[in-house]
């Protein structure tokens, strides 16, 4: 019955590969994100989508592809992977237009990129 | 654009002792304040938030927060702190648009016995 979950959990890959990590929320949730956690902890949010729709993408290369098949799911595919690529990242929902309610959080993918 | 400091970026207390996280935010309109707990390895917990109302706000796992508008301030506090509680504890703020919640750069909390 988890709230938000994403897979893998970890992921290590080679340079030059495309992977995707998934997230599925069943808290019926419209909005859902993708933040970047780096080796600093230092959080930054890269996607927002609401109902299936982009409405954030702060300035990530576009070898970040967000896929919203429906509002319970926001996928992260991400092509031609290098170094800096690795990170913890992390999956979360929100009520529509209800910052106040806080972000549930997946408990993240690790991706290590070698 | 909003933003959130967290200066400690390290902070060590013994168990039992009281316990003050600082947080300041910057944001022209009045905020959406949220204090987040991340354990090793773990995904990140909603502590408590603010939003309106009284500005002494009371969480999960006997913490609280109180919001001082004129030290654009909302700083994380317990009165005894126990060894579970050592984390990395963030503080965010969030939009009135309810699309983005902006992170500071996190607390380390280091508990001695």
């Known amino acids: 019955d988890t709230a938000v979950s994403q897979t893998p959990k970890y992921l290590v890959t080679q340079m030059g590969n495309d992977k995707s990590i998934k997230c599925e929320q069943n808290?019926?949730?419209?909005?859902m994100y993708w933040y970047k956690q780096d080796s600093k902890k230092f959080l930054k949010i890269m996607f927002s989508?609401?109902?299936?729709?982009?409405?954030i993408n702060e300035t990530v290369p576009n070898r970040f592809s967000p896929k919203s098949p429906d509002k319970a799911h926001l996928n992260l595919h991400i092509n031609s992977l290098e170094l800096g690529d690795s990170a913890v990242y992390f999956c979360?929902?929100?009520?529509?237009?209800?910052?106040?309610?806080?972000?549930?959080f997946g408990s993240g993918t690790r991706l290590t990129v070698v | 654009a909003q933003s959130v400091t967290q200066p400690d970026i390290h902070i060590t207390v013994s168990e039992g002792a009281s316990l003050e996280l600082r947080c300041n935010y910057s944001?022209?309109?009045?905020?959406?304040l949220f204090w987040y707990v991340q354990s090793p390895g773990q995904g990140l917990q909603l502590l408590l938030k603010?939003?309106?109302?009284?500005?002494l706000v009371q969480g999960i796992k006997g913490f609280e927060a109180e919001f001082k508008r004129s030290q654009s301030s909302f700083n994380l506090r317990k009165p005894s702190v126990h060894w579970s509680d050592a984390a990395e504890y963030f503080c965010?703020?969030?939009?009135?648009?309810?699309?983005?919640?902006?992170f500071g750069g996190g607390t380390r909390l280091m508990v001695k016995p």
């Open positions: 603010y939003f309106s109302g009284d500005t």
């Open positions: 944001y022209g309109a009045t905020p959406y």
């Open positions: 989508y609401n109902n299936k729709e982009l409405i």
């Open positions: 979360a929902s929100s009520p529509r237009g209800s910052t106040n309610y806080g972000y549930t």
């Open positions: 965010a703020v969030g939009n009135n648009a309810g699309n983005m919640l902006t």
């Open positions: 808290l019926g949730h419209d909005t």
